[in-house]
């Protein structure tokens, strides 16, 4: 069973910063694309940025300049460094990867269960 555990959320000012962290564990051979997602209140979950096991990174509109996603391969995390933030940043942030276990040759996609970031005005 493979599990994403986010961590790193909480309150912050606008213009502070923060960093989210998002582990991998469980019988996992390969880690593709991962991805952070966002949720704010009354919207709909919204890409952040990805990144693929190679580093190439996208980011959305809104983040760019300000975040920057980043992954270890060999402890199986990824992370998003959040500065400049704005109080339309909050939301409920979600790790999102596709992932093959051993055994297994294709990739099956994993959700975290989120980590609440909320930026005070």
């Known amino acids: 069973q493979v599990q994403l555990v986010e961590s790193g959320g909480g309150l912050v000012q606008a213009g502070g910063s923060l960093r989210l962290a998002c582990a991998a564990s469980g019988i996992i051979r390969s880690i593709n694309v991962i991805s952070w997602y966002r949720q704010g209140p009354g919207t709909e979950r919204e890409l952040v940025a990805s990144?693929?096991?190679?580093?190439?990174?996208n980011y959305a509109d809104s983040v760019k300049g300000r975040f920057t996603i980043s992954r270890d391969n060999a402890k199986k995390m990824a992370y998003l460094e959040m500065n400049s933030l704005k109080p339309e940043d909050t939301a409920v942030y979600f790790c999102y990867a596709f992932v093959a276990s051993y055994g297994m040759l294709s990739y099956a996609s994993y959700w975290g269960q989120g980590t609440q970031v909320t930026v005070s005005s």
């Open positions: 990144i693929s096991p190679s580093g190439t990174t």
